[in-house]
T-cell receptor
Framework: KQEVTQIPAALSVPEGENLVLNCSFTDSAIYNLQWFRQDPGKGLTSLLLIQSSQREQTSGRLNASLDKSSGRSTLYIAASQPGDSATYLCAVDQGGSEKLVFGKGMKLTVNP | DAGVIQSPRHEVTEMGQEVTLRCKPISGHNSLFWYRQTMMRGLELLIYFNNNVPIDDSGMPEDRFSAKMPNASFSTLKIQPSEPRDSAVYFC????????????FGSGTRLTVV
């Protein structure tokens, strides 16, 4: 059974820092991995999708990498801003089962 | 496209009442998922449909929960009778099978059972 872990559960940093958010998964046979952002009381917004054949994806200040063999993904946030404060969730897609398995998320607070 | 649309956004009901949550997936998406989010357990998959057919309902907590997808543009999740422990945020998501564009989530329904 696939398990997705995000450590730490929360992180508080001053504005301007470059951040690395970690995600690990137990079964490397994945179809893709997706990073989401969730603001308090809101739904999930997709940030980046990395297909199993890819190593990384970039969008603006965000860069996500994938190492299937080691069961790890990282989300890199450059020059963090208070507006980046949210919960970030990592989810893996097992493909044929058409299911997303989520980590518990990491709550990020960027202080001005 | 307006995205995945869920209604209502908030629902407060008394224990024992029937609750119906609604979802309209993105047009063209053929897979639909219902998730439940709580502080303790995070996001849990309840059930998913492919081409309007339920594929896996192993995540449905008990018989009080049921879900239907009568057509490609509409799905419901019903709880009858509701209990306080059902209080959570319920999300609907959709995707297009095999295209690998990822999943799109609705804004969720926050259910409170008192």
């Amino acid at each position: 059974k696939q398990e997705v872990t995000q450590i730490p559960a929360a992180l508080s940093v001053p504005e301007g820092e470059n951040l690395v958010l970690n995600c690990s998964f137990t079964d490397s046979a994945i179809y893709n991995l997706q990073w989401f952002r969730q603001d308090p009381g809101k739904g999930l917004t997709s940030l980046l999708l990395i297909q199993s054949s890819q190593r990384e994806q970039t969008s603006g200040r965000l860069n996500a990498s994938l190492d299937k063999s080691s069961g790890r993904s990282t989300l890199y946030i450059a020059a963090s801003q208070p507006g980046d404060s949210a919960t970030y969730l990592c989810a893996v897609d097992q493909g044929g089962s058409e299911k997303l398995v989520f980590g518990k998320g990491m709550k990020l607070t960027v202080n001005p | 496209d307006a995205g995945v649309i869920q209604s209502p956004r908030h629902e407060v009901t008394e224990m024992g009442q029937e609750v119906t949550l609604r979802c309209k997936p993105i047009s063209g998406h053929n897979s639909l998922f219902w998730y439940r989010q709580t502080m303790m357990r995070g996001l849990e998959l309840l059930i998913y449909f492919n081409n309007n057919v339920p594929i896996d309902d192993s995540g449905m907590p008990e018989d009080r929960f049921s879900a239907k997808m009568p057509n490609a543009s509409f799905s419901t999740l019903k709880i009858q009778p509701s209990e306080p422990r059902d209080s959570a945020v319920y999300f609907c998501a959709s995707t297009e099978t095999g295209v690998n564009y990822g999943y799109t989530f609705g804004s969720g329904t926050r259910l409170t059972v008192v």
